[in-house]
Structures are given as structure tokens and as C-alpha cells.
């Protein structure tokens, strides 16, 4: 089921954005019926101000919390689930400090954020949630002593703060974060890897036979942002390979910058790869590396590479 690659893609995506500003868990298991919690977060002591970067995002992680992102809209008994876990963790705190023989303190105790792509009006109203003042909308807080917010991303306002937490919405809202993620300036810090991740979903689902059709019109989306990069990669190595191979001539440079653009792919596709086939990579002839260029498509495992490389010796 196409879910589950959303699920994956929602966990990598959310531990790549707050890794750097404390401690990421996906999948943490608590007690009970052994339930996971997606992610897990807890801020770094020192609080980092770069964390604003992240808008709407980036203010959830400013205390301990636990994020549970849907694909499709949650029904009451997901969001009750996700409060019970909430409630098992905050079980938890209160015995580890009984423990230590320590208060435990209400700023440790995390706090629930429920990302779902639509929510309807009668469901928020059976939670009684409300709109608290300072807060963007979309964003509907359960009573206090809950410590749980239901955000609704499909009525969060279109602005900077809110794209971070739209790129895990569905249809039209996460196409055009799609489109605000791609015309960020190409230093922003999470430009780059988010892309990546998010080219990696569509390879994802571009195997699976079983496609709905928000997938397949997100697989559109993507298609022409994904061949521009792509062709951008590609000069960028060719123009690469040419600054570094000028003296050997245009040929090699051309090489060089085939090499390049192939060894992003394979890391982007199979994660990092040894140096002995980064040496057989390079041993290619142009013509080899475009077929590689191809077959790569295909690839799940560092092993199909090496398959593919022997089958080259032959």
C-alpha cells in the first residue's frame, strides 16, 4: 500500500528538518500494546535560533514533542490512539522521576501534534478543540490538559512558516509546496536534502502498480521538476569535468561530468557507495554511463549495482 511510502517519507522527512536542533526518534516504541510513535522529538538543551527557519514547524520543536503525520484524513479512534500514546509517554516520565526520586517537571512532558490532511468541522467539534490567539489557523487545540493540537494542513494560510508542515499535505496543497520547495533559493539549508527525499518518494512510487490518484498526479508534479534537476546536475558536472579536464579536451570532460551526475543519483538512489565502485563507475565509457544513467532506475540495493557492474566484464 502507497501509505506506508508516505509513512516512510513523512518519518525521513520530519528526523531531516529537527535533527539538528535536538534528538530524533522514528518509530519509538512505548509500553502497552507495543505502539510506535512516529517521531519522537526532543530539543537540544541549548536552544538553537536557526530553528525559526523551520516557521510553524520549527515552533513545535521548541519543546519536547511527539508528531503523528496521516496520509489520509485521521478518524477519531487514529487521533484517540495518538493520545493514548501520549498518555503512556507521559506515564512513563512520571515513574522515571518517582524513580530518581525527581519532580517531574510540566516543560517535560512533550506535546501532541496530530498532521492530518483534512479534517472535517464535525470531528474537530467532537474533540473540542479550539483556536487559541497567536497561533496560525489550522492549527486546533484540544483542552490543555490533553497537551494535544489536531493540525489541519489543508487550512493552514499558503505562506513561508506553514511550508514545511504543507509538503506532508495531499492534492493541490502539497503540489504548490512542492513548487514553493523548488524556488527556494538553492543555499537554503534544507532545500537540497528535502528535494532529495522528496524525488525519492516519487521513485518510490513509480513501482507500485496500485497508485491512487493523488499519487499519480504527484508523480506528474514531479516529473518535470524532477528532469530539470536533473539536466542541471548534468551541466553542472559537465561544466565541472570540463574546468578540470580542459587539458585532455572536451571528451573527457563530458566523461567527468557523466561520472558526476551518475554518483549523485546512486547516493540519492542506494545511499553512499564504497570507492572500489566508484573506480569501476569511473572505468565507463560514456556510453556505459548512460546506460547506468538508465538502469539505476531500477536499482534498490548497492547489490543490483554490482550486479549490473559485472554484467559489463562479461
Avoid at 103 to 129: M, Y
Avoid at 230 to 259: T, Y
Wanted: proline share 4%.
Amino acid at each position: 500500500m502507497t501509505r506506508f511510502i508516505h509513512d516512510q517519507f513523512a518519518k525521513d522527512y520530519l528526523e531531516e528538518l529537527l535533527k539538528d536542533y535536538g534528538e530524533v526518534k522514528a518509530s519509538e516504541k512505548v509500553s502497552g500494546e507495543i505502539k510506535e510513535i512516529d517521531v519522537f522529538f526532543t530539543p537540544a538543551k541549548q536552544q538553537n535560533s536557526n530553528l525559526q527557519i523551520l516557521g510553524l514547524l520549527g515552533k513545535f520543536a521548541e519543546h519536547p514533542a511527539i508528531i503523528e503525520p496521516f496520509r489520509n484524513p485521521a478518524s477519531s479512534d487514529e487521533i484517540c490512539d495518538c493520545i493514548l500514546k501520549l498518555l503512556e509517554v507521559k506515564a512513563l516520565l512520571r515513574r522515571e522521576a518517582k524513580a530518581n526520586k525527581t519532580k517531574l517537571q510540566d516543560s517535560e512532558i512533550p506535546k501532541l501534534w496530530v498532521l492530518t490532511p483534512t479534517i472535517s468541522e464535525t470531528r474537530l467539534f467532537s474533540f473540542g478543540t479550539i483556536q487559541k490567539q497567536g497561533w496560525l489557523s489550522g492549527v486546533h487545540f484540544l483542552p490543555e490538559a490533553l497537551r494535544t493540537a489536531i493540525v489541519a494542513i489543508h487550512q493552514l494560510p499558503t505562506t513561508p512558516e506553514t511550508l514545511w508542515l504543507r509538503l506532508l499535505g495531499r492534492g493541490s496543497v502539497q503540489s504548490q509546496a512542492i513548487i514553493e520547495l523548488q524556488a527556494l533559493p538553492l543555499n537554503h539549508p534544507y532545500q537540497k536534502a528535502t528535494l532529495e527525499l522528496v524525488y525519492n518518494l516519487r521513485e518510490n512510487l513509480r513501482v507500485n502498480q496500485e497508485l491512487e490518484a493523488d499519487d499519480r498526479e504527484l508523480i506528474m508534479r514531479l516529473e518535470p521538476l524532477y528532469q530539470r534537476d536533473r539536466e542541471q546536475a548534468k551541466e553542472e558536472g559537465i561544466q565541472q569535468g570540463i574546468q578540470q579536464g580542459r587539458q585532455q579536451g572536451i571528451q573527457q570532460g563530458r566523461q567527468q561530468g557523466e561520472q558526476y551526475l551518475i554518483l549523485r543519483l546512486l547516493n540519492r538512489r542506494i545511499g553512499e557507495i564504497d570507492a572500489s565502485l566508484i573506480e569501476q563507475i569511473k572505468g565507463l565509457s560514456i556510453e556505459q554511463l548512460e546506460n547506468l544513467g538508465e538502469a539505476l532506475l531500477d536499482f534498490s540495493s548497492v547489490n543490483d549495482l554490482e550486479i549490473w557492474l559485472n554484467q559489463q566484464s562479461i
